[in-house]
């Protein structure tokens, strides 16, 4: 799947945003950080940046469906990685949720579908099973 510059520094933000939820950057945060913006070819001079002035970054909603599911995913697993999940972390994915037009009852299913997966990690034909099932 391809990307504009700025749909990888939306989602690079977006997962900033989460791994700072609580108020502190694990090492696991930074290190997958890392891995997401070396992907997606973004310097690691600019990730620290961002990380920097939190404050301003902004983040726009993916237009596509299919990146909408991405992205939550990619969130998703950002606030799995430090085996700590708090209320901070569950309010912004409830918020994102929205803003991507994702019912609760498919970031439920989500959520208790990664418990069955290392890491978290779920499947992509789970995964869109399981977002495919809010349209019915």
């Given at each position: 799947?391809?990307?504009?510059?700025?749909?990888?520094?939306?989602?690079?933000?977006?997962?900033?945003?989460?791994?700072?939820?609580?108020?502190?950057?694990?090492?696991?945060?930074?290190?997958?950080?890392?891995?997401?913006?070396?992907?997606?070819?973004?310097?690691?001079?600019?990730?620290m940046?961002?990380?920097?002035?939190?404050?301003?970054?902004?983040?726009?909603?993916?237009?596509?469906?299919?990146?909408?599911?991405?992205?939550?995913?990619?969130?998703?697993?950002?606030?799995?990685?430090?085996?700590?999940?708090?209320?901070?972390?569950?309010?912004?994915?409830?918020?994102v949720?929205?803003?991507?037009?994702?019912?609760?009852?498919?970031?439920?299913?989500?959520?208790?579908?990664?418990?069955?997966?290392?890491?978290g990690?779920?499947?992509?034909?789970?995964?869109?099973?399981?977002?495919?099932?809010?349209?019915?």
């Amino acid at each position: 799947m391809t990307y504009t510059t700025q749909e990888k520094i939306d989602l690079l933000s977006q997962l900033i945003l989460m791994a700072l939820a609580d108020n502190k950057l694990s090492p696991e945060e930074l290190e997958f950080l890392k891995k997401i913006a070396q992907r997606m070819d973004i310097e690691e001079s600019e990730l620290m940046s961002m990380i920097r002035y939190r404050d301003e970054l902004t983040v726009s909603t993916p237009q596509s469906h299919t990146k909408r599911i991405i992205h939550f995913h990619k969130l998703l697993l950002m606030m799995h990685i430090d085996g700590k999940v708090n209320d901070g972390e569950l309010q912004l994915l409830h918020e994102v949720a929205l803003k991507y037009g994702f019912r609760k009852s498919v970031v439920d299913s989500l959520l208790n579908a990664m418990k069955n997966y290392p890491h978290g990690e779920i499947p992509p034909s789970e995964l869109l099973t399981i977002h495919s099932s809010q349209n019915n």
